[in-house]
Structure formats: structure tokens, C-alpha cells
């Protein structure tokens, strides 16, 4: 069973930068649901949506629009990580950020993924 675990949320004023980190656990040589991971972040009073989701085999990654190329994703395989660098925060990035695995483009866009951390509190002030 794959857990991950999620840490680096944090305050920050308008501008700041951020890096949250992913750990991911319970990988064995026949996992595959790590295949794609993904970033998601909920909002007081919003949907979840998606921030990213990689398909690192195939060095594919898919941004949301909103990112607009702030937001830098990486993957650590020796160190079971993945990381969500963000740069030049703004207050609408406030949310609580999301570590996810096993999930498809239409999962992705719906807001849903197979595994889930428990998230992380990003909070950006003006």
C-alpha cells in the first residue's frame, strides 16, 4: 500500500517562494500506482483542483492554468520524493496542498486521484 506524507506548507508574503516535499513509502518492484503523481489543492470553499500531474516515465507533466510557470515539479527516485517548488506566490495560492498517486489526466482534472496525503497548509499574505 503506498502512503505518502506531505510537509514544507508554511506562511509566506505575496512574492515568496515554497517547497513542498512528498515522501512517499510503501513502494515495492511491482508498484506501479507511482507512476503518475500529482499536486492538488483545495481552498476554503472551492474545489479541489489540480496543480500538476506527472507521468515521469514519459517525462510528461501538466500544469493548471493558474500556475503559469511559478511552479516547479521534481521527482527524487533514489529518495522515494517528489517536490512542488513555487515561486512567486500570490495570495490566491493559499490552500491546502495535496500529494497524490495513481491518477489519470481525467481523474486529474476532476479532482480525484487512487492515493492521498494528508496535506499541507500553503498560506500567502498580501
Known amino acids: 500500500q503506498v502512503q505518502l506524507a506531505e510537509s514544507g506548507g508554511g506562511s509566506v508574503q505575496a512574492g515568496g517562494s515554497l517547497t513542498l516535499t512528498c515522501a512517499i513509502s510503501?513502494?515495492?518492484?511491482?508498484?506501479?500506482?507511482?507512476?503518475?503523481m500529482a499536486w492538488f489543492r483545495q481552498a476554503p470553499g472551492k474545489k479541489r483542483e489540480g496543480v500538476v500531474l506527472a507521468y515521469d516515465g514519459d517525462n510528461t507533466f501538466i500544469w493548471g492554468d493558474f500556475v503559469r510557470g511559478r511552479f516547479t515539479y521534481t521527482r527524487d527516485s533514489t529518495q522515494n520524493t517528489v517536490a512542488l517548488q513555487m515561486n512567486d506566490l500570490k495570495p490566491e495560492d493559499t490552500a491546502m496542498y495535496y500529494c497524490a498517486a495513481s491518477v489519470s489526466f481525467s481523474a486529474w482534472n476532476s479532482g480525484k486521484a487512487d492515493y492521498w496525503g494528508q496535506g499541507t497548509q500553503v498560506t500567502v499574505s498580501s
Open positions: 510503501g513502494i515495492t518492484p511491482k508498484t506501479t500506482s507511482t507512476d503518475s
